[in-house]
């Protein structure tokens, strides 16, 4: 991940309802969450929330996909993985860490650049 992403990244999550609305994400995993049902679990105005996921997927963190009439959201977690990954890059200068407990923390979905 270059540097000019990961601030469009860090960029996007900083801000209350656009992390609440990732974090809900991450919690749904693969299956996701219909834009209603994120606007319900977190009290957004459905304005609010389309705002919000516009820059989430502009910063590439959300995937979304139609089913019927629905639109599923889901957190891109090769994105949340990267950005992980690009943080940590050179953490304590390649000394063992706590680093190394992420692709535990994380289950099946880090994938670790060491």
């Known amino acids: 991940?270059?540097?000019?992403?990961?601030?469009?990244?860090?960029?996007?999550?900083?801000?209350?309802?656009?992390?609440?609305?990732?974090r809900a994400l991450v919690v749904a995993g693969e299956?996701?969450?219909?834009?209603?049902?994120?606007?319900?679990?977190?009290?957004?105005?459905?304005?609010?929330?389309?705002?919000?996921?516009?820059?989430?997927?502009?910063?590439?963190?959300?995937?979304?996909?139609?089913?019927g009439r629905f639109v599923i959201y889901t957190a891109n977690f090769d994105a949340m993985t990267d950005l992980l990954g690009f943080l940590t890059e050179n953490c304590c200068a390649g000394a063992a860490c706590a680093v190394n407990a992420l692709p535990q923390a994380c289950g099946s979905n880090f994938k670790s650049s060491r």
């Not at 991940?1 to 990732?22: C, E, K, P, Q, T």
């Not at 679990?41 to 996921?53: D, R, V």
């Open 1 to 22: 991940m270059d540097s000019n992403l990961a601030v469009r990244a860090l960029g996007a999550l900083a801000h209350d309802s656009r992390l609440a609305i990732f």
């Open 31 to 67: 299956n996701g969450m219909a834009a209603g049902e994120i606007a319900q679990q977190l009290g957004l105005a459905p304005s609010s929330l389309s705002f919000h996921l516009k820059d989430l997927s502009h910063a590439n963190l959300v995937k979304s996909r139609q089913e």
